[in-house]
């Protein structure tokens, strides 16, 4: 997972930039890369969610922290982010770093195929489903149905 501190250093320019022009500080400390993802989360970058949810469930670059990986994904599959919509279904399935919602699992399993249809994703939610009964599965079902797009706004 070494790839996502590499990214991490990558894209402190962008953030800088992109923080910039919306009227955030980006100072931060000279080997901070982590708080520039922040800096850049909190300004409403998708990806830079999803790079410190995976960082931070995977230990890469930070110490594993798997609430912080939770909210990272969640703040970037709440604004669609079909990775995320995975990676937190799946964490919301094994119960990891929070309790386990196989209902939730689902619903963000259902969103991840529906966005862009990995097989990953696919595979995730038939093994959920294998699990839980026929009223959950309704219940997932509804949450897809009402569930809609939020996009991550400055703090």
């Known amino acids: 997972m070494q790839g996502f501190a590499k990214c991490a250093r990558l894209f402190v320019g962008l953030v800088s930039i992109t923080c910039s022009a919306a009227g955030v500080s980006t100072a931060t400390e000279p080997d901070s890369q982590i708080s520039s993802l922040r800096a850049a989360a909190e300004c409403g970058s998708v990806d830079a969610s999803f790079n410190l949810g995976v960082m931070y469930e995977h230990s890469d670059g930070v110490p594993e922290n798997l609430p912080e990986a939770v909210k990272y994904y969640r703040q ?48 995730c939610l038939f093994y959920v489903e294998m699990l839980m009964s026929r009223h959950d599965v309704e219940q997932a079902q509804k949450l897809v149905d009402q569930w809609r797009i939020k996009p991550i706004v400055s703090k």
Do not use: F, T
């Not at 279904?89 to 969103?111: N, Q, T």
């Open 76 to 123: 970037a599959a709440e604004a669609g982010d079909y990775r995320a919509q995975n990676n937190l279904g799946w964490i919301l399935h094994k119960g990891k770093g929070v309790p386990r919602d196989d209902i939730e699992a689902d619903m963000w399993l259902r969103l991840a195929i529906k966005s862009a249809s990995p097989i990953r994703s696919r595979l």
